[in-house]
């Protein structure tokens, strides 16, 4: 695929972790080397939707987020690396497309049903930004005029959503010129979301998840406390790595981590496992070996990252500078296209 350009950002809640990188960053660190053009946002705003009430650990959480995006290997000089409420043209374009899209269309985004029920959500009472925050996406990718969105396949209805704001914008307004806007592609991650070591989805806040700068002492403990299969009590029982729904068995989460972290060797060890003749305890040592050699490096340019927190800011900030660049000749064309006021004295 030819290199386009990329728009994938993260509501800042400070460090990150093992799901993190495999859901996202290191599918950006790879765009990044491939040559595409990488915006990275800190969604600051999108943050509000939901946690409108306590802001005062947004910006060191910002922080310690982008701190893991530089330790992950998210290069400055190639990635774009900003703020989103930090680039006012996010509201404006948010704004102007908030009349291209239905009330309707809106309240049938699986997401927003998801959090409804998850976040035990009143229908009724859930704020008008939080309604909207799948068109103030949309601003977000197409203010960028990013060709691709990578995603996991829950948040492709919020591409194709962006597609059709896309599509109806350039219906519009675009009749005698060039189309402001193109129609971006969702591009899925490759590796599914990884679970927690409780066998449940990784998250903080449910306490079962493995920072991207664990210690190689706090990976033997997080991987010694994996869930493995409870029917393989002695060390030569037949094991399973796989789910089994005749038990609800949902797969071991250690043979899940070796498919992604030691995926020439998961083969062999479901094979020795399912036979007898692989034992829990040492898969586990072999498994925190390879996880703490995979995150050495991480650890290490987190560690050079964390000690310059001036270096950082630079970054955010240099970001920022080149977002709003990109962001205000994309308003130009926007107002052009609608018959809006001029922008001649917008800076450029
Ligand atoms: S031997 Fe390994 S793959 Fe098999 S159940 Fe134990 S930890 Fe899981």
Redesign the pocket.
């Known amino acids: 695929m030819k290199p386009g350009r990329i728009l994938s950002g993260m509501r800042p809640t400070g460090r990150l972790h093992l799901g993190n990188w495999v859901g996202a960053l290191e599918n950006w660190v790879r765009l990044q080397n491939e040559g595409w053009s990488n915006y990275h946002m800190v969604a600051d705003w999108h943050m509000l939707t939901t946690g409108h009430d306590d802001t005062s650990r947004l910006q060191s959480d910002t922080h310690e987020m982008v701190v893991d995006w530089l330790a992950a290997g998210l290069d400055p000089e190639k990635s774009v690396i900003f703020v989103q409420s930090a680039v006012k043209e996010h509201a404006e374009l948010h704004l102007l497309f908030s009349m291209l899209v239905s009330k309707a269309r809106l309240e049938r985004i699986p997401t927003l049903k998801e959090q409804i029920r998850d976040l035990h959500l009143d229908e009724q009472t859930i704020s008008y930004g939080h309604l909207g925050y799948s068109v103030l996406q949309a601003a977000d990718i197409l203010l960028y005029r990013a060709t691709h969105v990578p995603v996991g396949e829950d948040q492709v209805p919020h591409v194709e959503l962006t597609r059709e704001i896309a599509r109806r914008f350039n219906h519009l307004y675009c009749r005698n010129r060039a189309p402001v806007f193109p129609e971006p592609e969702a591009m899925l991650t490759r590796f599914p979301r990884l679970r927690g070591n409780d066998g449940q989805r990784m998250s903080k806040s449910a306490g079962n998840a493995l920072m991207l700068a664990a210690t190689p002492d706090e990976i033997a403990v997080y991987v010694k406390g994996a869930y493995?299969?409870p029917k393989?009590i002695r060390a030569n029982d037949p094991?399973r790595?796989e789910a089994d729904p005749s038990d609800g068995h949902p797969g071991?989460v250690?043979?899940e981590y070796h498919r992604k972290f030691t995926p020439s060797e998961a083969e062999t060890?479901?094979r020795k496992?399912r036979a007898g003749e692989?034992?829990?305890v040492p898969?586990?040592q072999h498994l925190t070996r390879s996880l703490a050699d995979a995150l050495a490096p991480i650890r290490e340019r987190r560690a050079r990252w964390a000690d310059d927190p001036d270096a950082v800011r630079e970054v955010i900030a240099d970001g920022n500078r080149r977002a709003r660049a990109v962001a205000e000749r994309t308003m130009d064309e926007v107002r052009g296209a609608m018959g809006l006021a001029s922008t001649a004295e917008v800076p450029r």
């Open positions: 493995t299969d393989k094991g790595p071991c250690v043979w060890i479901a496992c692989l034992a829990c898969d586990k």
